[in-house]
């Protein structure tokens, strides 16, 4: 649910990225958190445990710049991804208006990446959204390890939507992919309000 | 599209400004602002300066949910007020028009029995503008058809790529 305030000229879009657990959600969001100049960011709210797993959710306000005069916001959640937290990931998922699938391409995780990808689904449903027509990019992140899964069979497993979607290659850890994937969902979220009404 | 798209006018937004700088002054607080449940901030009035009032608006709205989702588990629909109390400063959390949150912060120099008050009142008000606003976005997208006017309409690739240019 956009949020467009006419009166200060802003838009306001949310973010979420979502994924199974240790796939580097939070990865992501540090990494734009320390490439962003200082200007353009807010503080990085990371609602974590103690051993740095997330518990509700991280937060990073992004100020964009202006797109025809509007001041262009971008709010990115990520989600718990361990199991258990799926009372809170339906809660972040609220009013979301792209969501980001960060995979982990170790072929040992495949599982974990299609039970979550599921659980998206399911999840969206429940608050109203078709993962089939929300603006959607996947992320197969990790692409540096030793053992990691093809891109095709990974895009076969996790792209059920139209073939248009993005699908990026990333090292989080490194920065590659990242601004590229959230481009990419930033792209489609503008270009959804493009055909608002 | 799950819920209407929440689209704030300058009538309504001034409306909406006064309502909580008369409630800041009403309630004896500190701070008074306005958020919608997905933690976007509508706006703020009072000693703002060093608040950081957009993870203030993003944890708001979490722990709204959170408070809602316990709510459901033992059956009850919502809690409609939340109150947090500190040694200096407190917070007042309640929901207005089932779909913004109106929080206060305030010291000493208030009371929880005042701030209770005073946002009752405020929430009238602001439950008639939220009304208006939404009977506004109705009306204005059936006068258009399906071609509701979107300032967007005309968004380029090259627009989106300036944005990401630095």
Not at chain 1, 6 to 20: D, F, L, T
Not at chain 1, 143 to 172: G, Q
Not at chain 2, 108 to 120: D, F, I
Request: proline share 3%.
């Amino acid at each position: 649910m956009t949020f467009i305030n006419y009166a200060s000229r802003e838009i306001n879009c949310k973010i979420v990225y979502y994924g199974p657990g240790l796939c580097g959600k939070t990865t992501n969001l540090q990494w734009i958190y320390d490439k962003t100049n200082p200007g353009a960011k807010g503080k990085l709210i990371s609602l974590a445990t103690e051993t740095d797993r997330t518990l509700f959710f991280d937060f990073l306000p992004l100020e964009l710049g202006t797109v025809r005069g509007f001041k262009t916001r971008f709010h990115l959640y990520t989600v718990p991804g361990q199991v258990f937290y799926d009372a809170s990931r339906k809660l972040i998922l609220k009013g979301v208006d792209g969501v980001i699938f960060v995979a982990d391409s170790q072929v040992e995780r495949m599982d974990a990446n299609v039970e979550s990808l599921e659980n998206l689904m399911v999840n969206l449903k429940t608050q109203g959204y078709d993962l089939l027509s929300i603006p959607y990019v996947l992320q197969l992140n990790k692409r540096d390890l030793p053992n990691v899964a093809s891109v095709e069979e990974m895009t076969r497993l996790l792209l059920h939507k139209n073939p248009h979607e993005p699908v990026i290659e990333a090292v989080a850890m490194k920065g590659t992919g990242v601004f590229e994937t959230l481009k990419g969902v930033a792209k489609l979220v503008l270009s959804e309000l493009t055909k608002a009404g | 599209m799950a819920a209407p798209d929440i689209v704030m006018y300058e009538e309504e937004f001034n409306q909406i400004k006064q309502i909580i700088s008369k409630l800041r002054v009403d309630a004896n607080a500190k701070v008074v602002f306005l958020v919608d449940k997905n933690g976007q901030q509508i706006a703020a009035h009072g000693e703002i300066e060093n608040l950081d009032t957009t993870s203030l608006a993003s944890l708001t709205a979490g722990n709204v949910a959170a408070t809602d989702g316990l709510a459901r588990l033992i059956g009850e629909k919502e809690f409609s007020i939340l109150f947090h109390e500190g040694e200096r400063d407190n917070i007042h959390i309640s929901i207005v028009a089932q779909r913004v949150i109106l929080v206060v912060i305030f010291d000493e120099r208030s009371s929880l029995g005042l701030v209770r008050l005073r946002v009752k009142k405020a929430s009238q008000e602001l439950n008639d503008v939220f009304s208006r606003i939404m009977s506004k976005v109705e009306r204005e997208k059936q006068a258009a058809g399906t071609a509701f006017e979107s300032p967007f309409a005309e968004i380029t690739d090259e627009d989106i790529d300036s944005l990401f240019s630095e």
